[in-house]
């Protein structure tokens, strides 16, 4: 099946510092989604991006859609403890087709150090 | 703002036995997903429905049926339980089938 290459898999980082990851792959994507999953919950949406080359901020939060289409990055900027979890990246290669199902990276997951 | 709400939250099964993970969201979605989460991995999705009375197979289907005679509800069934379906199951809906909306997950064990 298809597969997304989602980097880091788990970081530590301090409180205050950016934070960066990506997701990549070999086939070309119409969508990117990021996701966050705290502990015993669903994932939650963050961003979607629609357009090559598109940046979308949300809050702290900002993710571009790659201009080859094959990649994606979330950055988060002066992180705080809130932020610990997994980051989920997600692409779409059928939009509104008969499939519209999503293939998701592995996660990133993020720890603080308070 | 109930959104997707999937029940049981926690479920321990014998091996063998059968059981339906219940889904249902109040968003008038077409699109309706069943996801598994295996610890360290992603998701990876089970079946999904377009509408009702239209289901099929995602990446991982065999040993689950589904079924959806309605918007709001998509039932998960998984007949002969084993030990290889525990897991985390996740049912999603989505407007058009981009930005998918999660429940908050059923955990399966199965002994």
């Known amino acids: 099946g298809q597969q997304l290459n989602q980097s880091p898999q788990s970081m530590f980082i301090q409180e205050g510092e950016d934070v960066s990851m990506n997701c990549t792959s070999s086939s070309i994507f119409n969508t990117w989604l990021w996701y966050k999953q705290d502990p015993g919950e669903g994932p939650v949406l963050l961003i979607a991006l629609y357009k090559a080359g598109e940046l979308t901020s949300n809050g702290r939060l900002t993710a571009q859609f790659g201009i080859t289409r094959k990649d994606s990055f979330l950055n988060i900027s002066a992180s705080i403890p809130s932020d610990v979890g997994i980051y989920f990246c997600?692409?779409?290669?059928?939009?509104?087709?008969?499939?519209?199902?999503?293939?998701f990276g592995k996660g990133t997951k993020l720890s603080v150090k308070p | 703002n109930a959104g997707v709400t999937q029940t049981p939250k926690f479920r321990i099964l014998k091996i063998g036995q059968s059981m339906t993970l219940q889904c249902t969201q109040d968003m008038n979605h077409n699109y309706m997903y069943w996801y598994r989460q295996d610890p360290g991995m992603g998701l990876k999705l089970i079946y999904y429905s377009v509408g009702a009375g239209i289901t099929d197979k995602g990446e991982v289907p065999n040993g689950y049926n589904v079924s959806r005679s309605t918007t709001e509800d998509f039932p998960l069934r998984l007949e002969l339980a084993a030990p290889s379906q525990t897991s985390v199951y996740f049912c999603?809906?989505?407007?058009?089938?981009?930005?998918?909306?999660f429940g908050q997950g059923t955990r399966l064990t199965v002994v």
């Open positions: 997600a692409g779409q290669l059928d939009y509104g087709g008969s499939q519209g199902n999503l293939i």
């Open positions: 999603a809906s989505s407007y058009r089938g981009v930005e998918a909306f």
